[in-house]
């Protein structure tokens, strides 16, 4: 499953660029010229984390996504923005093999990670997901005292030792710390849903992981919490390779280095449209020059 | 048509108009219908307790309940406890594997059959366990309280897997999520996350299976009936003195004495299941608040 037909221009042409390496090192703020922009060699960006070639999901027999090819790299935050239906926290999903639990989930095309086949035969999903942590939409805590919601996944996964360290490390890069270090002990459902939601960030970061998904983290939380989010975000770049899900425009064009627009496109004959891939670049390119007009009209609020 | 316009006039006064009367009478007469079968059902409970208060309140005294026959029931209440605690000892962690392979295992195919199974298994009259029981452990052997456990045991399996499967699936599937994506194996998240949250729910689940067993007759009628009440009994390879075979014995005596003795054996029994029920459901009222979180 590597072909899809599809009724427009844009993807190959996407695909085009997103095979060949993105412009990196821009300073921020100075975007780079639309088309012509110089191309460095693979060698001086980051490496990449996830390399998604021609990617498709399905749910039984819908297509949910089809033909979506880009790479995301170290250190970076991606956000992937697009109206809804279009297939972006489906795609997030794939990335750490969350979907595998749907029923009638199949997936074609290819996700390397660190250039394994994430889908391959011998990829176990447990570990996986101890490396590719994620954050949900509604924060989740357990039913558990805020110290054993962040030392649950270090004692299930053998890390024992130095566990207070380890929780306040967490505790402290989802900058929880100071709110909640003198009431460890208590449950964290007495926590708001901004702390909630920082304290699964701090309960992901605990073990360490190699990258963090974040699906629309934000979306259950007042505009206060939402910042705190975010400054979170700023603090973790470099850290950890981020991937966040987002509804809120301004959100992506705050926090990511680079933005993939996804949006519904029409089918083959008389076939649903299907989300994919419209457009991927650096954050100030698709809020600035978008190069699709389907881009240039969803940034702009004029989407249709 | 006749009768009023569709459109009612709104210079009309605001009293029952058209077929309002009709359907509020109609109204009425349902809602009555079910109180008064609501009623029913609390009253004829109601009824039974009183009338076993009645009858059995004179027959208690403390030799009463220590005692052994023929005026005592202590080796009764004893012998019924140890029957009914092995049975759960064997019941409780079978149902339990089965609610978790249900909820956290099983195709939903499969699980849906296997759940119809239990369904079924329920509704199995007890005297044909009791058989089943009978000529698998007591024919060619001897009566046994074991045996009686085992056929208590297979009444309470069904009732405590549904009940344990109930309250596994008010546990947020967004806990499970939260738990895989931090790369632990399943096995512990049921272990660490799970099972601790429906701890509650499963400890309510068993406590109304066992007072369910605690009255069940007819599996010890076969199994576990030609004890000797007037002493203590432990050993659950010899038949055991019993409560539900006590009454049916001291109810089948032509002495009056004895027919009270059966009176006051039985408030002790319904007294006992009411006070489990009842701490059962109080149990679980406050497990569901805690599962609910915030």
């Given amino acids: 499953m590597t072909s899809y037909g599809n009724g427009s221009d844009a993807p190959s042409r996407l695909r085009l660029r997103t095979d060949g390496p993105p412009p990196a090192g821009q300073v921020p703020g100075v975007a780079p010229p639309p088309e012509e922009a110089a191309q460095p060699s693979e060698a001086l960006l980051p490496e990449a984390v996830f390399d998604a070639q021609q990617v498709a999901v399905f749910y039984g027999p819908k297509e949910a996504l089809t033909d979506v090819s880009l790479k995301i790299r170290r250190g970076q935050i991606t956000a992937l923005i697009g109206p809804s239906g279009c297939g972006k926290t489906t795609f997030l999903r794939s990335l750490n093999r969350m979907n595998d639990s749907v029923p009638g989930f199949r997936i074609g095309g290819k996700i390397l990670y660190h250039g394994y086949d994430m889908y391959a035969g011998n990829v176990d999903r447990v570990e996986v997901r101890r490396r590719i942590g994620m954050v949900f939409q509604k924060p989740n805590p357990f039913p558990k005292s805020i110290y054993d919601n962040i030392a649950w996944a270090p004692r299930n996964l053998g890390l024992r030792s130095g566990l207070d360290e380890r929780v306040e490390k967490a505790l402290r890069g989802a900058a929880l710390w100071d709110e909640v270090k003198d009431r460890l002990k208590d449950s964290a459902f007495g926590l708001s849903g901004g702390q909630q939601q920082r304290l699964c960030i701090a309960r992901a970061i605990a073990i360490e992981p190699d990258v963090l998904l974040l699906d629309e983290p934000a979306s259950a939380l007042d505009p206060i919490a939402t910042g705190a989010i975010e400054d979170l975000m700023h603090s973790l770049k470099g850290r950890f390779t981020i991937v966040i899900v987002t509804h809120n425009m301004q959100q992506a064009a705050r926090v990511a280095d680079r933005t993939a627009f996804f949006s519904l496109q029409a089918g083959g004959a008389g076939a649903k449209p299907v989300g994919t891939l419209i457009e991927f670049d650096d954050t100030q390119a698709i809020f600035g020059q978008p190069r699709d007009p389907r881009t240039r009209d969803y940034v702009s609020g004029r989407f249709g | ?294």
Avoid: C
Wanted: net charge positive.
């Fill in chain 2, 1 to 294: 048509m006749s009768g009023p316009a569709a459109v009612p006039d709104p210079a009309a006064p605001l009293t029952p108009s058209g077929n309002l009367r009709r359907r509020q009478a109609v109204s009425k007469l349902t809602e009555y219908a079910a109180t008064g079968a609501a009623v029913l059902a609390v009253g004829v409970l109601a009824i039974v307790i009183i009338s076993v208060i009645q009858r059995g309140a004179s027959a208690i005294s403390f030799d009463f309940l220590v005692k052994g026959g023929p005026d005592g029931i202590g080796p009764m209440l004893v012998g019924t406890g140890v029957i009914v605690g092995v049975a759960t000892l064997i019941a409780a962690p079978i149902a339990i594997l089965i609610a978790l392979y249900l909820t956290e295992y099983a195709g939903q195919r499969f699980a849906r059959a296997i759940q119809m199974t239990l369904d079924v298994m329920n509704g199995l009259p007890s005297i044909i366990i009791a058989l089943f029981i009978f000529g698998l452990l007591v024919v060619g052997k001897k009566q046994s309280g074991i045996a009686g456990s085992i056929g208590l045991a297979i009444i309470m399996v069904p009732l405590i897997a549904r009940g344990t499967q109930e309250i596994l699936l008010l546990v947020p599937k967004a806990q499970r999520e939260a738990a895989d994506a931090l790369g632990v194996a399943r096995w512990r998240t049921v272990l660490t996350v799970v099972l601790p949250s429906a701890l509650g729910g499963i400890a309510t689940a068993t406590v109304l299976a066992v007072a369910r067993a605690a009255g069940e007759t007819a599996p010890l009628l076969l199994a576990s009936s030609t004890f000797d009440g007037s002493s203590y009994h432990l050993n659950p390879f010899e038949a055991l003195p019993n409560v539900p075979i006590r009454i049916f014995q001291l109810s089948e005596d032509p002495n009056p004495e004895a027919v009270a003795e059966a009176w006051g054996l039985s408030l002790v029994l319904v007294t006992l299941i009411l006070i489990a029920s009842l701490s059962a459901r109080v149990l679980l009222a406050r497990s569901k608040r805690k599962m609910g979180g915030s």
